[in-house]
């Protein structure tokens, strides 16, 4: 009997394939092990989805999906392209999975690990965990946007542990509810790894401790302000009057000499004087806050932790190309402390720090919405997979992508029936459509027909056979006995990946780009490349707007001229 063999589909397939087969036998066929050993890829996800009745009943001219379409691989070969993992329990199966990875990067058939994608049909599974465990324990890091919480990354543990230790963390009230047990049980764990890193690194520690001391501190001068107002009956919201004002609260009792140098400033004071002329005074509360604000902003603070070895490590080895993934993450951390600062508050005053309110609205509102949301880690649709990590997708995400080595981590869906809005909807229909009871079917084989066709050198194949863990029977009656098998195969027959193309941006300006490439190559590199958001973007923004603008005017100009 001869051993069936599944070779490679090529480098790239032609898209007016991705809904048909090409002459491929029955499953009947396939059983008797006809197959020639000259098969593709191609062969191997059009015998899956042959499986399936696609004919509408009492209708044999009329099928659930199109059937006259030609699937034409780019490349023909004899080499096996189509594997399979020893039958077994999960935790053996990620294993030798992982191992395989491992021997196909030692073996060069990638120039970089996210050229291999592990595709699941849904990322909260338990294998992905359990895959993702395998993987780093050879040393292989992953990257997987949607299988758990951004704020629960490495980066954003550290980052916001670090901010806990500078701000304080804020008590637990013993609320009932999942979730507000979990999240208070992240930020100790975010203390904890923060503490650890200030054992690291004494220089860390010393900023921290430097920060809390200016926060201290800012608090102080702002009741000792507070004192003087309300002993002299003064009104906070009324306008402040400089002559009558500005000796009793720069003698103020415990006022620091920072308090005293910001309300005797020159520049404030001429500022206060202009106000006044202009009809538009400002508050005593304007001024109480002015005087004792922080210096930084929470965006400020983000790029002076990033100066630190934990973090400088993360930019160094993405300049380098090795891996993207922890400065990505680093960017996603700016986008969201931009946001915190443009709808709550873009200055750290000492009146929001004196009754903890900063605290309480950075942890307990802004962050703890993200994390009982979900929200997840980078993703940008330009460049969705940072060099130097294996992406883990939904196969819905694959849709439309291909890559030279594929892992279906998870060969299972359970058959739920069709969603509520189906048969709510279908009834409305009139037109005939598909049958109710058959919706569910078609659409988990449509879904695993995408997972087999994103491969072009090499397709994996997870195949967990244990209590409780097993995959769908359209796979088992492929993967028998003669199938090929991870410990039998041999990664030499695998043909290397074509080289990645590096993109560049879509779009360049003189001051956005040039000159700021020109100032400082790794400054244009994290705000432009990885999407890092600046703290201080008021010169970029209105280089951006002056470039812009003529520009329009130069177009314009161009489209009033006459011809000759």
């Not at 032609?14 to 092990?33: D, F, K, M, Y």
């Not at 509408?56 to 659930?64: E, K, L, T, V």
């Not at 003698?251 to 538009?280: H, V, W, Y």
Request: net charge positive.
């Amino acid at each position: 009997m001869m051993t069936r063999r599944y070779t490679a589909s090529g480098a790239r397939r032609s898209r007016t394939s991705c809904s048909s087969r090409n002459g491929v036998r029955p499953i009947s066929s396939l059983s008797q092990h006809k197959y020639r050993s000259q098969q593709r890829i191609v062969d191997f996800y059009s015998a899956f989805i042959a499986q399936c009745n696609w004919k509408a009943p009492g209708r044999s001219h009329r099928s659930y999906r199109v059937a006259d379409k030609v699937i034409k691989a780019h490349r023909k070969g004899t080499e096996v392209s189509v594997v399979a993992s020893t039958p077994g329990h999960p935790d053996a199966v990620c294993a030798e999975v992982a191992g395989l990875v491992k021997r196909l990067m030692r073996s060069k058939k990638v120039d970089n690990p996210n050229q291999i994608a592990f595709l699941f049909p849904s990322l909260k599974s338990a294998q992905v965990p359990r895959m993702k465990a395998a993987l780093e324990a050879v040393g292989l890091r992953v990257y997987a946007p949607r299988a758990g919480r951004f704020v629960e990354v490495e980066e954003a543990v550290a980052f916001f542990g670090i901010c806990l230790l500078i701000f304080g963390k804020p008590e637990n009230q013993g609320f009932r509810g999942h979730d507000y047990a979990e999240y208070h049980a992240w930020m100790d764990r975010a203390q904890a790894v923060a503490k650890d890193l200030t054992r690291e690194d004494h220089r860390l520690k010393a900023f921290i401790d430097d920060r809390k001391a200016e926060i201290a501190r800012a608090v102080a001068d702002f009741e000792a302000l507070s004192r003087v107002v309300e002993r002299q009956h003064w009104d906070r919201k009324g306008p402040y009057d400089l002559q009558k004002m500005s000796r009793k609260l720069y003698d103020a009792p415990g006022l620091s000499e920072t308090g005293r140098k910001a309300l005797g400033s020159q520049g404030f004071e001429r500022f206060i004087e202009r106000r006044a002329r202009e009809r538009s005074p400002v508050t005593l509360d304007y001024v109480l806050k002015r005087a004792t604000a922080i210096d930084w902003s929470i965006l400020d603070l983000f790029y002076r932790v990033c100066g630190f070895d934990h973090f400088k490590v993360m930019i160094d080895l993405a300049a380098s190309g090795e891996d993207e993934g922890p400065i990505c993450n680093l960017g996603l951390i700016s986008q969201y402390l931009a946001r915190f600062m443009d709808e709550y508050y873009p200055i750290v005053t000492a009146d929001f720090l004196a009754d903890d309110g900063f605290q309480r609205l950075l942890f307990m509102s802004y962050l703890f919405a993200i994390f009982r949301r979900g929200e997840s880690e980078y993703e940008d649709a330009e460049d969705p997979f940072p060099r130097g990590r294996i992406p883990f997708l939904t196969i819905h995400q694959a849709k439309g992508l291909e890559f030279p080595i594929v892992v279906l981590g998870n060969p299972r869906k359970q058959d739920r029936g069709p969603q509520r809005v189906e048969e709510l909807v279908h009834p409305l229909l009139d037109r005939q459509g598909e049958p109710l009871d058959r919706m569910s079917e078609f659409d988990r084989m449509r879904m695993f027909y995408v997972s087999l066709s994103r491969a072009q050198n090499l397709l994996v194949i997870a195949h967990f056979s244990s209590q409780g863990n097993y995959i769908n029977p359209e796979f088992q009656r492929l993967l028998d006995g003669s199938f090929p098998r991870i410990p039998g195969f041999d990664v030499n027959t695998v043909p290397p990946a074509e080289p990645a193309r590096d993109d560049l941006p879509k779009n360049y300006s003189y001051t956005g780009d040039y000159l700021q490439y020109q100032r400082c190559p790794r400054q244009y590199m994290i705000f432009r490349r990885y999407g890092l958001v600046p703290s201080r973007s008021q010169t970029m923004m209105f280089g951006s707007l002056v470039h812009r603008t003529m520009d329009d005017l130069h177009q314009y100009l161009i489209a009033r001229r006459r011809p000759a």
